[in-house]
């Protein structure tokens, strides 16, 4: 019995501290997972992984980013700082759908840089198709907070133009990221998030090491479940030793 409750204190503990973490990987997988079959998500701009032209057709839609510029710098970036260039303009944009405007001005900060494109992290343009219905729209991510922003804080802008035309505009912010779940994505797979960011938690986004997630919450968990594997099955002994015990008499 000592030997049980020994592998029982064991057992819970490592099941407790493994459980969450666990939790929120399975969670986290299986969206992604849910999302990917269902939405195949590709870059408008062929050729690019970010936005580097202010006007593109796509599926004969015409978007135009026009720009307004504010007279005033943005920070020195880390990558500015790279590549030894000037910070960039700040300027207002806004999204021209065959010459009509559909959303309002927004700052962001371009970039000066050789790598990456005059919209680098701030603006991308993506095709998405839904995989369900068949139908193929266009939806525009915007990031409208700036670089010196922590993550809790930031906000992005998504413009979602059907195939028949139809505009829809929604904020997304990183502290109910877990509402929009296609949302998410778009802004991962835009570049503008800047940090990876999960659906509902971030654990999966974390720079891997032999320790996290393999020893733990994975091979943490897996010992847990292990043990409790071996203390039923000596509970289930016992009892049946008992039963033959009380039989034999």
Do not use: C
């Not at 000596?234 to 049946?240: M, N, R």
């Amino acid at each position: 019995m000592k030997k049980i409750i020994y592998l029982s204190v064991i057992s819970f503990f490592l099941l407790a501290i493994s459980f969450s973490p666990l939790f929120n990987y399975i969670r986290e997988y299986m969206v992604s997972d849910q999302i990917n079959q269902r939405y195949e998500i590709n870059h408008a701009e062929k050729g690019y992984n970010t936005l580097n032209v202010q006007e593109l057709t796509v599926d004969n839609k015409r978007i135009k980013i026009q720009e307004e510029n504010t007279g005033r710098k943005a920070e020195l970036t880390l990558w500015d700082e790279e590549e030894n260039v000037p910070p960039g303009d700040i300027v207002k944009v806004q999204f021209l759908l065959n010459d009509q405007k559909i959303s309002t001005p927004d700052e962001i900060w371009l970039s000066n840089r050789e790598r990456g494109s005059r919209y680098f992290s701030w603006i991308d343009i993506l095709t998405v198709k839904d995989r369900k219905t068949g139908e193929k729209g266009v939806s525009i991510v915007q990031r409208l907070t700036d670089d010196s922003q922590p993550m809790e804080n930031r906000k992005w802008k998504i413009i979602s133009i059907s195939h028949d035309g139809n505009i829809e505009e929604k904020v997304l912010s990183y502290a109910q990221r877990s509402d929009n779940h296609l949302g998410v994505k778009l802004i991962e797979f835009s570049g503008t998030s800047l940090m990876g960011m999960g659906f509902y938690s971030d654990i999966s986004k974390s720079y891997p090491s032999v320790f996290f997630p393999l020893i733990y919450p994975f091979l943490t968990g897996v010992l847990g479940i292990f043990l409790l594997i071996i203390i039923v099955v000596q509970l289930l002994i016992e009892l049946h030793d008992r039963r033959v015990i009380r039989k034999n008499g």
